[in-house]
């Protein structure tokens, strides 16, 4: 069989097991908050979460102007206390974005060093080059500020956190935005037990938090100064 077709062959078995519902597993995190799919090995997560934007570009959907419209002010939300904060030259990350919308927004905003990284940033994107927020590229404390929105598709949370808290500079700052209660998509690989649980959590891995707020069922959160933890070769191991 050729590469592409093996490919495709393979992105169907991954999605026949992850379905909504179907695909996960009873493993949980040592507090028994956080529940994970079952992927057998990472090139599965790895096979499962990229097929996401190939399905919504397969639809129509991917850069659909209406949807992204949204996506815009939403963004233009979130971030416009970001001045505030950071001069126009803060190394800004968002991690998992997809198609970059929220990239784009910070480039309007004058955030003349914001840049994308996704598993799958889809055809020609200017925003978003490839990247696993898993294992990131990046430099230690080499970042200023990291968006995310995807945490609901991580591989383990702890190893994630730390991931995060390497690249970020002492005294940084990470915004994370996610929905309220959010349970299994057919696209998630991690559901947490209550929004409580994921917000001590996080405060496992960050001194402060700046912001914390709420819009319909958005949740988002501005945290600073990372609680930096030497899990290198946690990570190693399972990515
Ligand atoms: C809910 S979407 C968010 C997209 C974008 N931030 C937005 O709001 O339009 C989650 C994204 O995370 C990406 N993703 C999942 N696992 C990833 C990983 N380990 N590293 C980087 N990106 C990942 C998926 O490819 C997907 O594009």
Same mark, same amino acid.
């Given at each position: ?62 850069? /659909?102007?209406?949807?992204?419209? #949204?996506?815009? *002010? !939403?963004?233009? &939300? ?5 001045? %505030?904060? @950071? ?68 591989? /383990?949370?702890?190893?994630?956190? #730390?991931?995060? *808290? !390497?690249?970020? &500079? ?5 915004? %994370?935005? @996610? ?61």
């Amino acid at each position: 069989m050729k590469e592409a077709g093996r490919r495709a062959e393979n992105a169907k078995e991954v999605r026949e097991k992850h379905t909504g519902d179907s695909g996960w597993s009873e493993k949980t995190d040592p507090s028994g908050n956080f529940t994970y799919r079952d992927y057998a090995t990472y090139q599965e997560y790895l096979d499962h979460q990229k097929v996401k934007f190939d399905e919504m570009i397969e639809a129509g959907k991917g850069f /659909d102007p209406k949807s992204v419209g #949204a996506m815009r *002010t !939403r963004f233009f &939300r979130r971030f416009r206390s970001l001045p %505030y904060h @950071f001069e126009n030259d803060a190394v800004i990350l968002c991690a998992g974005a997809r198609q970059g919308t929220e990239v784009e927004v910070l480039q309007d905003m004058g955030f003349s060093n914001a840049y994308g990284t996704d598993l799958n940033p889809g055809p020609e994107n200017r925003w978003v080059r490839k990247g696993d927020f898993m294992k990131m590229d990046e430099e230690d404390s080499s970042v200023d500020l990291v968006f995310c929105n995807a945490i609901d598709h991580v591989l /383990d949370i702890d190893l994630f956190l #730390a991931e995060q *808290t !390497r690249v970020i &500079r002492p005294g940084g700052y990470a915004m %994370y935005e @996610f929905i309220k209660n959010t349970k299994g998509g057919a696209f998630e690989a991690v559901e947490w037990e209550s929004d409580g649980a994921l917000l001590r959590k996080l405060l496992e891995y960050f001194e402060d938090v700046i912001i914390a707020e709420k819009e319909a069922h958005w949740r988002w959160i501005l945290l600073k100064s990372p609680i930096k933890q030497d899990r290198a070769a946690e990570v190693r191991k399972v990515v």
